[in-house]
């Protein structure tokens, strides 16, 4: 029971997603094809307000809601962020459909997404088995 906050606020980030058309195969397709600033727009404002975020979080040493410190480690570059955001961004352009939302789409009635779904999960799970073999 404590944890039907997460519930009400996921349905109400998927009925946003919904919403502002983000999950729009056709938005997507339009981002990719250069064709409108629709998607770039949230995608901008939605890293900008990251950014303010992680500013915020560590000037002011926010803690969590448990009291617990927040911990933002430094990340060094690696070529696997350009390869796997590559693969990333070629799988979203041909299925028209990032991960985040496949459940939204699948709640708004568009089954076929089921089939991007599974492969997002076949792909994770090939992952996590040659994860050990990939150079750093």
């Known amino acids: 029971m404590k944890n039907i906050k997460f519930l009400f606020l996921g349905a109400l980030f998927g009925i946003i997603l919904i919403k502002s058309e983000v999950v729009s195969w056709f ?3 339009e981002m990719f094809r250069l064709q409108a600033f629709h998607m770039y727009g949230i995608i901008g404002s939605a890293i900008v307000v990251g950014m303010i975020s992680i500013l915020i979080i560590k000037r002011f040493n926010i803690k969590t809601i448990n009291g617990q410190e927040i911990v933002i480690p430094k990340k060094e570059f690696h070529w696997g962020n350009i390869y796997g955001g590559l693969i990333f961004g070629l ?6 459909a990032c991960p985040g939302p496949l459940f ?23 992952y996590g088995l040659v994860k050990q073999k990939l150079p750093l």
């Not at 789409?105 to 090939?126: D, E, N, P, R």
């Open 27 to 29: 938005r997507i397709q």
């Open 104 to 126: 939204a789409l699948l709640g708004s009635g568009f089954y076929v997404i089921s089939i991007t779904l599974m492969s997002a999960i076949v792909g994770t799970w090939v």
């Open 91 to 96: 799988g979203w352009a041909i299925t028209g």
